[in-house]
C-alpha cells in the first residue's frame, strides 16, 4: 500500500501556533556524529543505516506499546517502510494500520506518531530528505518531550554502553554492510559507486528477490524540461534495468525489502 499524507487545514493551523520552535545547534551537533551509533529514545531506539548527501536512511525500533511523539518536519519529506505488521500511523486526523511492506509518504508539515501494537515490538525504515535531523517540533509527548529539540550526544550509545549493547544483541537491525533479517523481512543494500558499476545482470538477480526497491541519489540533478528529479524513487524489482544501468548512475545505493 502507499500512502500519501498532505498538511489540511489543523496541521497548518497547528504549526503556525508555535511562537517557539526549538531549533537545535546545528554546528555543535554534525552529521558525522550520528555515524556508528545508536540513538536511544524512550520508545526504543533509532540507527542512521545509511545516507547521500540528499537522503538519510534511519531504522527504527519502537517497543510494544511505546509511541512516539506527535511531531512534524517542517521542512523535509519523510517517506515509511514498515518492516513489521504493528505499527500503527497517526495524524491530527486519522488513524492507520501498517503492515509489512507499506510505504507511507508524509509530506513537511504533517503531524505524525508513530506506534507499536505488536509484543515483540516494531521495526520501520524512515528515508528523511533534505538531511536535517533537527527540523522537528514536538507537539504532543508521553514522555515530556514536548517542544524539544532532538537528543543529544547523550543519547548516543558508546562502546561502555553494555546495557544498550545487550538490547541490541537480540535482534538484528540494518546496517549498510550486508542484509539483515527483521522478524520475517530481509532489508538489502546495493550500493553504487565508480569504481564498481553493476551489470545488469546481477543487478536483476538481486531485485528479483525483493518486492520492493528504493533508489537513493547521490546529487541533484534536473531533467530536460528543467524540473529537479525527486531524490528517491520507489519502484517494482522488474524495473530496476530500466531505471539503474552502466553509465547513467545518479544513484548512490539502492534498498531492497522482501517479505
Request: negative net charge; hydrophobic residues 35%; charged residues 25%.
Amino acid at each position: 500500500m502507499f500512502r500519501i499524507c498532505r498538511p489540511e487545514h489543523q496541521d497548518i493551523e497547528t504549526l503556525a501556533a508555535f511562537n517557539k520552535i526549538p531549533t537545535a545547534t546545528r554546528d555543535n551537533t554534525p552529521r558525522k556524529n550520528f555515524d556508528g551509533v545508536v540513538v536511544r529514545k524512550p520508545w526504543g531506539f533509532e540507527y542512521l543505516a545509511c545516507e547521500s548527501d540528499l537522503v538519510a536512511l534511519w531504522a527504527l525500533k519502537l517497543q510494544f506499546n511505546q509511541q512516539t511523539s506527535m511531531h512534524c518536519h517542517p521542512e523535509k519529506l519523510t517517506v515509511m517502510v514498515a518492516l513489521t505488521d504493528g505499527i500503527v500511523l497517526s495524524t491530527l486526523t486519522d488513524a492507520h494500520k501498517l503492515n509489512t511492506g507499506d510505504v507511507v509518504y508524509i509530506e513537511p508539515g504533517v503531524f505524525h506518531r508513530s506506534s507499536s501494537t505488536n509484543l515483540d515490538g516494531d521495526w520501520l525504515l524512515e528515508f528523511e530528505t533534505p538531511v536535517d535531523k533537527f527540523d522537528l517540533v514536538r507537539l504532543d509527548d508521553a514522555y515530556g518531550r514536548s517542544v524539544s529539540a532532538y537528543e543529544g550526544s547523550e543519547h548516543h550509545s558508546t562502546p561502555e554502553d553494555v546495557e544498550l549493547i545487550q538490547w541490541l544483541s537480540r535482534y538484528d537491525y540494518v546496517t549498510p554492510k550486508d542484509s539483515a533479517v527483521i522478524g520475517k523481512t530481509v532489508v538489502s543494500f546495493y550500493r553504487f559507486t565508480p569504481e564498481s558499476v553493476p551489470s545488469t545482470e546481477s543487478l536483476t538477480t538481486w531485485a528479483n528477490e525483493m518486492n520492493l526497491i528504493v533508489l537513493v541519489a547521490e546529487t541533484s540533478e534536473k531533467n530536460s524540461d528543467g524540473k529537479e528529479l525527486p531524490p528517491l524513487e520507489f519502484i517494482s524489482p522488474h524495473d530496476i534495468d530500466r531505471k539503474v544501468f552502466p553509465g547513467s548512475l545518479r544513484y548512490e545505493f539502492a534498498l531492497g525489502v522482501r517479505w
